[in-house]
């Protein structure tokens, strides 16, 4: 699991940017790239990372489930993700 502190942080990134977006958009559409570099660093939404929404963790994530690729595997092989079944050949 995720330290707190990390998760708290990406929360924190996603309400700054959803906040910056419409102000963005129309500082880009101007051309305005002065004024644009005086947004915070985290309005930009590169600075968002995806993370599982199950643990917090960065590395490892399938966006089509939002999770881990442990959490995924854990959920899949209990039966918890519907029309997921584990392969054999």
């Known amino acids: 699991m995720a330290k707190k502190s990390w998760i708290e942080r ?13 102000l963005r958009k129309e500082l880009k559409a101007k051309k305005d790239y002065a004024s644009l570099t005086q947004l915070p660093r985290d309005a930009s939404p590169t600075r ?11 590395r490892g994530y ?11 595997r854990e959920l899949a092989s209990s039966g918890m993700i519907p029309g997921v079944t584990k392969s054999s050949w």
Do not use: P, Q
């Not at 929360?11 to 906040?19: D, H, I, L, S």
């Not at 968002?48 to 960065?58: D, I």
């Not at 399938?62 to 995924?72: A, D, E, P, V």
């Open 10 to 22: 990406d929360a924190r990134k996603r309400r700054t940017v959803e906040k910056y977006a419409e």
């Open 62 to 72: 399938m966006r089509r489930f939002k999770l881990s690729r442990i959490t995924f």
């Open 48 to 58: 968002l990372v995806n993370r599982c929404r199950a643990t917090g963790r960065r």
